[in-house]
C-alpha cells in the first residue's frame, strides 16, 4: 500500500507500474465504486494483479482482498493506495495485519525538488557539523516555505493562485474524503476547526479550548481532530519523556503537514511577510518539521519525532530518537542572530538524554555554521536540504 495525502503523487507513481498485465483501477470512478461496496469477492474475482487505486472510499474490498491473499501468497498481486492513514482504521488493521507492507508518500522534500540526497539527520546522529551551500537570508527561503510540496501548489507560480489551490483542495477534503472514513455528524464545523487548528500550529494542544470556539465539547474536539490527521493534514507531535527528568510537560503539540497549505489557511502572503517578519516563524516551523519528517520517512535509519518542553517553560521544536535511544534535537528560529540564550531548550534536553544525545541544532535564515558547545550549532535551514 501506498499511502499518503491526496494530490501527493500517488496515482502517478503508481499509474507507472500500470504495466505487464496489471490492471489499474481507479475507486474515484462511481461505477467502480459501487460495485467494490455491492460485491467485493465479485469485483476481486476476475482480476489477479491490480491497481486499487484510492481504496479507503471501499473498506468492504479489504475483507475479500484478505480472502484472496490467504488462498494465493503470491506477494505484489495488489497494489492499494490511500488517501487516509489506513493504518488507524479498524477495518485494515484487523483484515491486513501480516499481511500488508505500507510506504508512505508525503508531499515533494526540497531535497527532492533538488535531486539530491537529504543527509541532516544522518549527520546530526553522527554528530557531524551540518552542511550548508545555500543562503537562506533571501527571499528564497519565504518562497519554499509559502509554496510548500505540493506538485499543483509548486506548478503554480502565482501566490494567489496557489491560495485558492490549497482552499478547493481542503474544501473538497471535507466534503467527500471525511464521510469514507467516518460518519461526522457536524460536518460544516470542520473548515472553522481547520482555520482555529492553524492558529494554533505549532502549539500546545489543548481540546477543550479548540473545541470550545466552534461548540464542540473536548470528546468531540479530539474525535474530529483524529480525523483531520487520517486525512494527512495535521499530526500531534507527542512529547519527548526520560525518566531522568521529572519536570516534563505531557501535553502534545499540533502541527501541520504542509506550510503551502497552513500559509493558505493563515492568509500568510510575500507581502505580509514583507511588512511583519513575525508571520514567517509559525511558517518555517512546520516548513522544518515537514522536511525532517520527509528525511526520516526514507532514511536507512528508523526513527520517531516528538517535541520537549519542561515546566519552566524550556522547549525545543523537533527531538529525533533512533531505535537505539540516540536523541537530536532541533530548534527553529525566523531569524538571522542566534544568542547563546537560543541553546536553554538544547542544553536541556542534553541534560535529560545524557549520553544518548547526539547533535542539537538552532535552524535559522541565516547563511553560517556557527558551533556552540560540544556538539551544538546554529545552521542556516537550507542545511535541510543539503
Known amino acids: 500500500m501506498v499511502n499518503g495525502p491526496r494530490q501527493c503523487g500517488k496515482t502517478t507513481l503508481v499509474r507507472g507500474f500500470a504495466v505487464h498485465?496489471?490492471?489499474?483501477?481507479?475507486?474515484d470512478d462511481e461505477t467502480a465504486l459501487t460495485a467494490?461496496?455491492?460485491?467485493?469477492?465479485?469485483?476481486?474475482?476476475?482480476?489477479?494483479?491490480?491497481?486499487?487505486?484510492?481504496?479507503?472510499?471501499?473498506?468492504?474490498?479489504?475483507?475479500?482482498?484478505?480472502?484472496?491473499?490467504?488462498?494465493?501468497?503470491?506477494?505484489?498481486?495488489?497494489?492499494?493506495?490511500?488517501?487516509?492513514?489506513?493504518?488507524?482504521?479498524?477495518?485494515?488493521?484487523?483484515?491486513?495485519?501480516?499481511?500488508?507492507?505500507?510506504?508512505?508518500?508525503?508531499?515533494?522534500?526540497?531535497?527532492?525538488?533538488?535531486?539530491?540526497?537529504?543527509?541532516f539527520v544522518d549527520q546530526a546522529f553522527a554528530r557531524m557539523a551540518p552542511e550548508s551551500f545555500e543562503s537562506a537570508a533571501d527571499a528564497k527561503l519565504v518562497q519554499r516555505a509559502l509554496r510548500g510540496g505540493y506538485p499543483e501548489m509548486l506548478r503554480r507560480a502565482d501566490p494567489a493562485r496557489r491560495r485558492n489551490w490549497a482552499r478547493d483542495y481542503i474544501a473538497a477534503i471535507v466534503q467527500r474524503d471525511v464521510r469514507d472514513i467516518s460518519s461526522i455528524e457536524r460536518l460544516d464545523v470542520l473548515p472553522r476547526l481547520l482555520r482555529i487548528l492553524a492558529q494554533h500550529s505549532g502549539q500546545l494542544t489543548n481540546f477543550a479550548r479548540l473545541g470550545g470556539q466552534i461548540g464542540l465539547d473536548e470528546k468531540t474536539a479530539r474525535r474530529y481532530l483524529g480525523v483531520l490527521e487520517q486525512l494527512f493534514l495535521v499530526r500531534r507531535l507527542e512529547p519527548w519523556h526520560s525518566?531522568?527528568?521529572?519536570?516534563?510537560?505531557?501535553?502534545?503539540?499540533?502541527?501541520?503537514?504542509?506550510?503551502?497549505?497552513?500559509?493558505?489557511?493563515?492568509?500568510?502572503?510575500?507581502?505580509?511577510?514583507?511588512?511583519?517578519?513575525?508571520?514567517?516563524?509559525?511558517?518555517?516551523?512546520?516548513?522544518?518539521?515537514?522536511?525532517?519528517?520527509?528525511?526520516?520517512?526514507?532514511?536507512?535509519?528508523?526513527?520517531?519525532?516528538?517535541?520537549?518542553?519542561?515546566?519552566d517553560q524550556n522547549e525545543v521544536d523537533?527531538?529525533?530518537?533512533?531505535?537505539?535511544?540516540?536523541?537530536?534535537?532541533?530548534?527553529?528560529?525566523?531569524?538571522?542572530?542566534?544568542?547563546?540564550?537560543?541553546?536553554?531548550g538544547l542544553r536541556k534536553l542534553a541534560g535529560a538524554a545524557g549520553r544518548n544525545f547526539r547533535t542539537g541544532v538552532v535552524l535559522h535564515d541565516g547563511d553560517a555554521v556557527i558551533g556552540f558547545g560540544d556538539h551544538l550549532f546554529a545552521a542556516p535551514l537550507s542545511c535541510l536540504w543539503r
Open 243 to 311: 525518566n531522568r527528568l521529572s519536570r516534563l510537560v505531557k501535553t502534545p503539540k499540533l502541527q501541520f503537514l504542509d506550510s503551502g497549505l497552513l500559509a493558505a489557511l493563515l492568509g500568510v502572503t510575500p507581502e505580509r511577510v514583507a511588512g511583519d517578519r513575525s508571520a514567517l516563524g509559525v511558517l518555517l516551523e512546520t516548513f522544518a518539521f515537514t522536511e525532517v519528517l520527509k528525511m526520516a520517512a526514507v532514511g536507512g535509519r528508523p526513527v520517531a519525532l516528538y517535541h520537549y518542553r519542561d515546566k
Open 36 to 119: 467494490a461496496r455491492d460485491d467485493p469477492v465479485g469485483f476481486l474475482r476476475p482480476v489477479d494483479r491490480v491497481i486499487l487505486d484510492e481504496v479507503q472510499r471501499a473498506p468492504e474490498l479489504l475483507r475479500a482482498i484478505k480472502l484472496s491473499v490467504d488462498q494465493d501468497r503470491r506477494p505484489g498481486r495488489f497494489l492499494l493506495t490511500g488517501s487516509a492513514d489506513l493504518l488507524t482504521l479498524p477495518t485494515v488493521s484487523d483484515s491486513l495485519a501480516g499481511r500488508m507492507e505500507v510506504v508512505t508518500l508525503w508531499p515533494l522534500s526540497q531535497s527532492e525538488l533538488g535531486r539530491i540526497t537529504g543527509r
Open 21 to 27: 498485465g496489471r490492471r489499474y483501477i481507479s475507486l
Open 318 to 344: 523537533i527531538v529525533i530518537e533512533d531505535d537505539s535511544g540516540g536523541v537530536v534535537g532541533i530548534e527553529i528560529k525566523a531569524s538571522a542572530t542566534v544568542r547563546p540564550a537560543d541553546f536553554a
